[in-house]
């Protein structure tokens, strides 16, 4: 089992990505001496929970073969609205509740917007990620809230021995993800929705359901991002998600996960989002101009996209030989 | 008339570790339609390709009449005249039919852009000769029928001005009465001195309209025999290898008890009309009809794909309302549809996931899934099924049309479901897997399973069936016992034509 | 072929460019001799035109001469701003601001509207839909121009680009007061304050903190924002005098929190000996303080920044950041749109181009010693 | 043909044939038209023109992409390079026109990289050119120091006050742009090319046609559009300004989509491209000059392009 396992990871696009991620990991420690250190280590990993967090919902909608550009602003508007609430006083665990279910509203308002009036999600959700980027305004009143309640704050900003809270909170996301989506009946669903819609409803797959949930799951992770960035911030201000938006589709892409969806998992998003938070860590700390961490940060994913589509193409080859020799 | 056009000798193709190809003579004269059959790997797809240009042969020589030729890609093909109707059509969607016919190619004006008046005369005459001027050819090409689209796509190879046309399943997915205007055209073109190169699988078709068949197996030619020479059995043997008693083989069985009822069942486009039927445990009932008769929307609607628009619809005994895949198949019943590559596979997906799509929920009702016990199951129907796959990891794309087939089997088989709708369950496999899907059906219906099965191809439905609805225009137009009526009595109410006005 | 040729072609100018790009300056502008004169005033009406004031030289330099506090027309600084002066009639003059994400931009919008109350003109308030597109907001001048405005108050973009846009309000002979990133060519009026001069002070103001020498960090704003540009050439030019201050790192945080926090975070791994950090604004250097509390070494950095926002008030209040600067919105907004007025009501010209907002005039610098006057009297946040 | 579906009456088929992008347009200037008295000026109507040129090349660009089922993020990207290189070629002395041209070569050229990555290397174009978009950023950034940059030259302010029979010179490239672009689509090769990429990839791929060679020159085009763009843009603002287009390519998306183009089978076409801009200009233009508080437009504008192309989708379903 545990090399059938190996053998399967190997097969899975993710490797490909694991093998960047250990190049980049490998270049880093070589260059930057700072790289390779515990405290290092752990704020790379803090500063990367809030997009593996994203990131990990985005990768069932994409497995689902759509796409959702609206968790960035999703988790800025969660975030925003958060603060609001407890700035007038409500009691943190209702401001959770409201959070989540608000997260849950977007995802559920994506779902109506490709699965009943049947958009192409690129643009659904593009539109969605206008209007609640236009509400977080309308929230916030153009304004920034500081100084929210201790409890809250310690969300974002407090340990657990050595580790910060927040990035066992993307752990356990990471973890139960991972479960969701390669250990349940529920995941197979995305997987099949993914690999073949209509072979998925012919195959009683319950359909709307999986595609609803795909893009809940989406609306929820990007809430508890949203609540974590608000949390490890101590403030919020309306466009502090916006940045997430095609960056959480990036990781998920170079973690190998194909945008046609079916194919990919957790395990690539995790490299994808790691590979590229420890860029722009590497490139701060050897002081690279902001001016060129764009065009680094777009090498690094054509490069990855090209040789994952490089390594399928030869894959597929590799394969058909083989199944001509079986015959 | 009638010299050979075409000659291969000792043409041998080689993939890595496989032979797909070895030393293969074959010849074409003009004006014959020359079969080229064989079970899927047998290689007659690979032949048709060396022929196109597609693939370069390490041995072998190709003559075109004397002369030696050698084709490096399929343009160099088509410089010499030969062309290709493929089974997938290459149609652009939103193109018209002249912009498609010339795709590439189109004529241009005197400033160096597309004539289109020009274009649109040019392919109205191609459709002349083809006797399909009914075809507009400024409409796109996506609102044609799946017929209409076959004519194009024969307009646009003939736009080549071709010698030799080479037909891949080119009936696959047209339904009888095209079928026959097809051939009727295919005979045209031959009379016209084309040489016609036809890879089927069809049996029952060949007589209509093929001269020679040549047989191949396992990358060898088996031999080339006229058409008129040899009869089904004998061409089975040649191409499957080992003799078959009996293609159709059923069981005495007994059924007991309704499991499926329909009650003046209609949809909601008007395509299924006041459909009463009933299916019992251990039964095989036949729906036969001509493609567009409706066959494939009951068994969505009974499937619960689309929704019902009136009447009523039992499964054992139990009134189903507002039905979906996902209630229908907690009733037990399971469906084999049509497009098996679109709505039976995910063929980027593995034959594991495949196999488990139904049945996931039923071994793991806790939520839960175990790997190790999927690999267990999945193993276990593949081996039961013989599907030739490596492992059950592999992606179900690179299997073979028959195996696939299989894959969907298992796929019910694993859900356990006791009534199953099979639509045109054999379409595009070869001879071998065929059997073994009727064998297994028998089985099933021993066991005590009810089958509802939806073919086009009569010998099947007759062939297999306890009983038969034919269907015409929606509507059940006739229903028989086993061997109540002839293959011919039964085509005649396909084509709505009561049996009492049979043209036999 | 020929797409390869052409492609070898650009390829070779792509080079010869990047080539000449290290032998740039000569021609920089070449422009200013050529400028057409255009200050006339066609309509000859009594009052000047506010197209006089829109001469062929950019003036960007501040007058070296302020104009005394007893001079403007209004009294007070911040929320507490006012003044004597009524429109004539019911004008309507528009603030248009860079986006309505920035609280510094809201206020700009309250001063004016403040403003509207106490001298009886109608205010409408303009942004991008898209924030900070400087395409956006030419079109939002335009439509303004179309909407029949009397005058304008705006906090542009960008200087050059902005330009033909204010061009064609002067061709409309509207008034156009530009708040903080000047217009690159003179208008009727320029307040706010001098980017760069701010980031001058404060480099002056965490350099002294400091004992003049050690190691510091900058925390850039937006690449492509003007404003944050000019903050960091000031303190660029400031760190000239101090040759013993060493910049160990200069990266962008976007005029973020989110982006001050995970920058100083990746810096504080290499550099957990700096002295201080000079963020761009208030929001980034927030970020920062957060990195450094959790790296333990909150207090022990000192900290500049600007704007004077509510909660950098905070922090400075309880130690944690040492200096800012306050860029006082609402005063500026509401003194422009008082000389707008005055000039509506009878043609009087504001006694310079360049006035900078109250506050500047008083102390700017906010630090521990004046925080509580600063948060209790005059903070624009109010 | 159609003899069923047709109606006799020509006026009802001609309304029923307008896309419902038209009426949303018509009801939105309705509603703008009795919040402001001067609305419905020419003199609006034209500013409206004139602004809209931009977005709509860049949106012409973006349909032609669409239509071989991409599409294509880099396309501000492109905008805001143009602007830099025309300014930057000629600040370094190179003769305005021929930095021009030349800005407007290099955008074809990063069109054609972006061509070759998609077809060549099969990476799905969202991705390609989300990393191409990231490339162009850096590079404007780079080669103007993150501000923008500035020469005078009377030739901008000259291109955008000139007129042609009453209409802005803009107005008349873009009418112009969208001549060629219109040639190129329905009059040559490469324009059934692109219904080819878009409908039936595998079509082109059994009938012996290289899918790359069509990619790089359907890419390379739509640099030539957003080269114009970048242009014109330049002329506009009157300095080349290192991010100014972005986010243009998604609101150019929109409007393709309004227009009435799918982003899946490969259908559509230009005409429907430019009411779909028009619309977008509209509404902002609108709630500018009726004086809605900024604060909701953003949400407003979102929502109401969401809401048409919701009727749109369910108007086209409704017919087929």
Redesign the interface.
């Known amino acids: 089992?545990m090399k059938?396992s190996i053998k399967?990871f190997k097969?899975s696009q993710s490797f490909y990505s694991f093998i960047g991620l250990a190049l980049v990991f490998v270049i880093a420690s070589l260059i930057?001496k700072?790289?390779l250190?515990f405290?290092?280590i752990i704020?790379v990993l803090?500063?990367g929970s809030v997009l593996l967090i994203l990131s990990t919902g985005l990768t069932a909608v994409i497995l689902t073969g759509n796409?959702d550009l609206s968790v960035g602003a999703a988790s800025g508007l969660v975030g925003c609205l958060c603060a609001q609430l407890l700035k007038s006083g409500v009691p943190i665990p209702v401001v959770f509740v409201i959070g989540l279910i608000t997260g849950a509203i977007i995802g559920i308002f994506n779902g109506f917007?490709v699965g009943i009036?049947?958009?192409?999600s690129?643009?659904?959700t593009?539109?969605?990620?206008?209007?609640v980027?236009?509400?977080s305004?309308?929230i916030?009143?153009?304004?920034?809230i500081?100084?929210l309640p201790e409890g809250f704050t310690w969300l974002g900003?407090g340990y657990v021995g050595p580790i910060?809270f927040i990035i066992i909170v993307a752990l356990i996301m990471v973890i139960v993800a991972y479960?969701m989506l390669q250990?349940?009946?529920?995941g197979?669903d995305i997987?099949?929705y993914g690999?073949?819609k209509?072979?998925?409803?012919?195959?009683?797959?319950?359909i709307k359901k999986t595609l609803f949930s795909a893009f809940i799951m989406s609306g929820v992770t990007a809430a508890i991002a949203g609540i974590l960035?608000t949390a490890?911030?101590?403030?919020a201000?309306?466009?502090?998600g916006d940045?997430y938006g095609?960056q959480t589709?990036?990781a998920v892409?170079v973690g190998g996960t194909s945008?046609?969806g079916?194919?990919g998992g957790i395990t690539g998003t995790v490299i994808g989002a790691i590979l590229l938070t420890i860029i722009?860590?590497v490139m701060?700390?050897l002081?690279i101009?902001?001016?060129?961490?764009?065009?680094?940060?777009?090498?690094v994913?054509?490069v990855m996209?090209?040789f994952d589509?490089?390594s399928r193409?030869r894959q597929n080859t590799t394969?058909?030989?083989?199944?001509?020799?079986?015959? | 008339m009638n010299e050979t056009i075409l000659t291969t000798r000792g043409i041998t193709k080689e993939f890595p570790g496989v032979k797909a190809l070895d030393s293969v003579d074959f010849d074409l004269r003009s004006g014959e339609v020359h079969i080229l059959v064989g079970e899927n790997g047998a290689g007659k797809s690979t032949l048709a390709k060396v022929i196109l240009g597609a693939y370069v042969p390490e041995e072998g020589e190709i003559y075109l009449g004397n002369e030696k030729v050698s084709f490096k890609t399929t343009r160099d093909a088509l410089s010499r005249g030969i062309v290709a109707v493929y089974q997938e059509f290459t149609l652009i969607p939103y193109l018209n039919v002249a912009q498609n016919i010339f795709f590439n190619r189109e004529p241009r004006n005197k400033f160096g852009l597309i004539d289109h008046k020009k274009m649109e005369e040019d392919a109205k005459s191609i459709l002349q000769s083809l006797n399909c001027d009914y075809i507009n050819v400024k409409l796109p090409t996506k609102v044609l029928s799946v017929a209409e689209q076959q004519m194009v796509e024969i307009a646009k190879a003939l736009s080549f001005n071709p010698k030799i046309m080479v037909f891949d399943e080119p009936t696959a997915t047209l339904s009888e009465r095209e079928v026959e205007s097809l051939f009727e055209r295919i005979r045209k073109l031959k009379e016209s001195g084309l040489g016609i190169i036809y890879v089927s699988h069809r049996m029952q078709e060949f007589k209509h309209i093929g001269e020679r068949i040549t047989v191949l197996r396992d990358g060898k030619k088996i031999g080339t025999v006229n058409i008129d020479d040899v009869n089904d059995k004998e061409l089975v043997n040649m191409m499957v290898g080992r003799d078959i008693s009996q293609v159709y083989h059923r069981s005495e069985n007994k059924f007991s008890g309704e499991v499926l009822r329909t009650e003046r069942l209609s949809d909601k486009n008007g395509k299924v009309k006041d459909v009463s039927i009933t299916l019992n445990k251990g039964e095989i009932v036949g729906i036969a009809g001509l493609v567009g008769a409706g066959r494939t929307e009951l068994a969505r609607l009974i499937f619960g794909i689309d929704p019902i628009g009136g009447g009523k619809l039992f499964i054992k005994g139990k009134e189903i309302k507002d039905s979906s895949p996902v209630k229908i198949v907690k009733e037990g019943l399971g469906m084999v549809c049509e497009d098996r590559k679109r709505q039976g596979l995910a063929l980027n997906d593995s034959v594991l996931w495949n196999t488990m799509a139904v049945s996931l929920k039923s071994f793991f009702p806790k939520v839960l899934i175990s790997r190790k016990k999927i690999f267990e199951i999945a193993t276990d129907y593949v081996k039961q099924l013989r599907v030739a796959t490596p492992d059950v990891y592999r992606a179900c794309k690179y299997l073979s049309g028959g195996n696939q087939q299989k894959v969907v089997l298992a796929k019910w088989l694993s859900a356990k479901t006791d009534i199953m709708i099979f639509d045109e369950p054999t379409r595009g496999i070869d001879v071998g897997a065929k059997m073994e899907i009727y064998a297994m059906m028998d089985k099933l219906a021993v066991e005590g399973k009810s089958i509802l099965m939806i073919s086009s191809e009569l010998p099947e439905v007759i062939g297999m069936s306890d009983r038969i609805y034919i269907m015409h225009n929606g509507r059940i137009a006739g229903e028989c016992k086993r061997g109540e009526l002839t293959a011919d009595e039964i085509g005649s109410k396909m084509l709505g034509i009561g049996g009492d006005t049979c043209e036999c | 072929m020929k797409r390869t040729l052409t492609m070898a072609i650009t390829v070779l100018l792509v080079v010869a460019m990047l080539v000449g790009c290290g032998q740039t300056g000569p021609n920089v502008n070449p422009s200013n001799s050529a400028t057409p004169s255009t200050s006339t005033n066609p309509s000859g009406s009594e009052k000047p035109s506010a197209n006089d004031y829109w001469g062929p030289e950019p003036a960007l330099e501040a007058d070296p001469t302020p104009v005394a506090v007893d001079e403007l027309p209004t009294t007070g600084i911040g929320t507490q701003i006012s003044t004597d002066i009524k429109a004539n009639s019911k004008y309507k003059i528009a603030i248009i601001v860079k986006n309505t994400t920035n609280p510094f931009l809201l206020k700009s919008i309250a001063g004016t509207q403040k403003a509207a109350e106490d001298m009886g003109f109608e205010c409408i308030s303009l942004s991008p839909a898209r924030q900070d597109s400087l395409e956006d907001q030419v079109k939002i001048i335009e439509d303004a121009i179309q909407q029949g405005v009397d005058g304008i108050i705006l906090h542009p973009i960008d200087s050059n680009g902005i330009m033909p846009a204010i061009r064609k309000a002067q061709e409309a002979n509207i008034p156009v007061a530009c708040i903080g990133t000047p217009a690159a060519q003179q208008t009727f009026l320029r307040s706010g304050v001098d980017y760069t001069a701010t980031g001058v002070l404060i480099t002056h103001a965490v350099a002294e903190q400091i004992g003049k020498k050690g190691k510091i960090i900058i925390l850039e704003g937006p690449p492509a924002a003007q404003n944050a540009q000019e903050r960091l050439q000031g303190i660029q030019t400031a760190l000239k005098d101090y040759p013993e201050i060493e910049v160990v790192a200069s990266q962008t945080t976007n005029f973020k929190r989110t982006e001050g926090m995970s920058v100083t975070e990746n810096l504080l791994q290499k550099h957990r000996d700096i002295d201080a950090i000079i963020a761009c604004n208030d929001e980034s250097a927030l970020g920062a303080i957060q990195a450094l509390k959790a790296e333990g070494l909150d207090g022990k950095v000192v900290i500049g920044s600007f704007d004077g926002n509510e909660d950098g008030s905070a922090a400075i209040k309880n130690g944690q950041m040492h200096v800012s600067y306050n860029t006082d919105p609402f005063g500026s907004t509401y003194l422009s749109a008082v000389y707008i007025v005055q000039y509506l009501n009878d043609g009087t010209m504001p006694p310079k181009y360049f006035v900078p907002f109250p506050s500047e005039l008083q102390n700017p610098l906010i630090t521990s010693d004046n925080i509580d006057d600063y948060i209790n009297n005059i903070a624009w946040w109010h | 043909m159609n003899a069923k579906v047709a109606t006799n009456n020509p006026i009802i088929k001609f309304i029923k044939s307008i896309p419902p992008v038209v009426w949303i347009t018509l009801v939105l200037i309705s509603v703008f038209s009795m919040s402001s008295d001067r609305y419905l000026q020419f003199s609006n109507f034209s500013n409206m023109l004139v602004q809209s040129v931009p977005l709509m090349l860049v949106a012409f660009a973006q349909t032609l992409i669409v239509l071989t089922q991409g599409t294509d993020l880099s396309l501000g990207a492109q905008v805001s390079f143009v602007t830099v290189i025309w300014i930057y070629l000629t600040k370094a002395g190179v003769p305005i026109y021929i930095s021009a041209i030349v800005a407007v070569l290099m955008s074809m050229c990063v069109g054609a990289v972006n061509g070759l990555i998609v077809s060549k290397g099969k990476i799905p174009p969202f991705i390609a050119t989300l990393g191409m978009q990231n490339i162009l950023n850096s590079i404007s950034l780079l080669l103007t120091a993150g501000a923008s940059i500035y020469i005078f030259n009377p030739l901008f302010h000259n291109v955008t006050q000139a007129k042609i029979v009453g209409l802005p010179l803009t107005v008349w490239i873009a009418a112009l742009m969208f001549l060629i672009t219109w040639v190129v689509l329905y009059k040559t090769k490469l324009g059934a090319q692109v219904f080819g990429l878009g409908g039936n990839q595998e079509a082109l791929t059994l009938a012996g046609i290289n899918l790359i060679k069509p990619s790089i020159k359907i890419y390379a085009f739509a640099g030539l559009l957003t080269g114009v763009s970048g242009l014109i843009t330049t002329c506009r603002l009157e300095s080349g300004q290192p991010v100014v287009g972005a986010g243009w390519e998604f609101e150019a998306v929109a409007a393709t989509l309004l227009g009435g183009t799918s982003l899946r089978e490969g259908k559509g076409g230009i005409g429907g491209t430019v009411f779909g801009v028009l619309l977008i200009t509209i509404l902002k233009n609108g709630l500018n000059v009726s004086g809605v508080p900024s604060l909701y437009q953003n949400a407003i504008i979102g929502m109401i392009i969401l809401m048409s192309i919701v009727i749109d989708a369910l108007a086209r379903r409704a017919k087929s």
Do not use: C, H
């Open positions: 089992m059938n399967n097969r930057v700072e790289f250190t405290n290092n704020t803090r500063q796409m917007l009036v049947k958009l192409p690129f643009i659904a593009y539109g969605t990620n206008w209007v980027a236009g509400l305004i309308i916030m009143n153009g304004d920034i500081y100084g900003t910060p479960v250990k349940t009946t529920f197979r997987y099949a690999s073949n209509d072979a998925a409803l012919y195959s009683a797959v319950p960035m490890r911030l101590d403030a201000d309306s466009t502090m940045a095609l589709v990036a892409v945008m046609l079916g194919e722009v860590n701060n700390l002081g101009t902001s001016f060129a961490q764009p065009m680094v940060v777009g090498i994913i054509l996209v090209l589509s490089y193409r394969v058909k030989k083989d199944s001509k020799k079986s015959n």
